[in-house]
């Protein structure tokens, strides 16, 4: 099964809710870069998880075990025995949704498995029980993501286009900007509703040009500088836009073209990825 990065094309936090989480509104975008997921029942009853990336957990504090367990329980199967190995390309802690994609991957595959051929809504219940970003995983394509980020609204595709990614060497604490954005004033919101009007426009130049991540003002001092000059060099590449995704570190640029993007060399700021939007598996 392929398991597709995401990105978040604009990315809003309200306020903090009485369940500890924070409200979202999110324009979250697939794209080509995907991690491979194999998955065998085996007789052992247990849940294994293997990957090429030795610093993953390999019980069910990986997502991807975790997931295994939840289906089980939601569709009220006795526990198989799962092996689950795991090629990974996405990198860790870009805020791309690398495990929650191969978390939904998961999903998938013992739906296909076990023969129990779940709705999309019973594929994405499963996926919130797991993580936020699961049920978008599932999904796939252009969504307006709220709540969480588990109340997903399908939007017009993204038009065809190259972004380069560009993953920076340092990693940063979600927790700590979500409170370091609690005790702050945001100065720039991203227009989301103007974001959606330009997908269903197909416009793509008005789409790049209101992609805004509120994380970014947040940032420790050093990362914002980072995150600042990556983005700079990205314009001066050519870009329509350039935005973070998730709470980083990963930084992208929207380009016209596939072959535009590839051509942009930024390898002196970390590894790049050139990569094509992707459709909705639904």
């Not at 999309?120 to 969480?148: N, Q």
């Not at 989301?192 to 008005?206: K, P």
């Not at 914002?224 to 973070?244: E, F, N, P, Q, Y």
């Amino acid at each position: 099964m392929e398991a597709h990065a995401k990105l978040n094309l604009t990315l809003d936090v309200g306020e903090k809710r009485q369940d500890g989480y924070h409200n979202m509104e999110m324009v979250m975008q697939s794209v080509s870069l995907h991690d491979t997921v194999d998955i065998t029942l085996t007789d052992e009853k247990t849940v294994k998880v293997m990957s090429t990336d030795p610093a993953l957990p390999t019980d069910l504090h990986n997502l991807a075990g975790k997931a295994a367990k939840t289906f089980f329980d939601y569709v009220n199967l006795p526990n198989k025995g799962v092996d689950v190995y795991i090629t990974k390309r996405i990198p860790d802690r870009a805020g791309m949704a690398g495990g929650s994609a191969d978390a939904a991957a998961v999903i998938r595959g013992l739906d296909e498995l076990t023969g129990t051929r779940l709705s999309p809504g019973e594929l994405c219940d499963i996926g919130a029980l797991v993580g936020s970003d699961v049920p978008f995983c599932l999904m796939g394509g252009t969504a307006l993501a709220r709540g969480r980020g588990e109340l997903l609204t399908p939007l017009a595709p993204m038009p065809a286009c190259g972004i380069l990614i560009v993953k920076p060497a340092f990693s940063v604490s979600t927790p700590a900007l979500f409170a370091a954005l609690d005790g702050s004033k945001v100065g720039a919101r991203p227009d989301t509703r103007g974001a959606v009007e330009a997908l269903r426009a197909g416009d793509l130049e008005a789409l790049a040009g209101r992609m805004v991540n509120v994380f970014e003002e947040v940032l420790p001092e050093e990362e914002r500088r980072t995150v600042v000059d990556i983005k700079s060099a990205l314009v001066a590449a050519g870009v329509l836009g350039a935005c973070m995704t998730g709470t980083g570190s990963a930084v992208f640029g929207v380009f016209p073209t596939l072959k535009a993007a590839q051509g942009a060399d930024l390898s002196r700021f970390g590894v790049t990825f050139a990569v094509s939007p992707t459709k909705s598996l639904f």
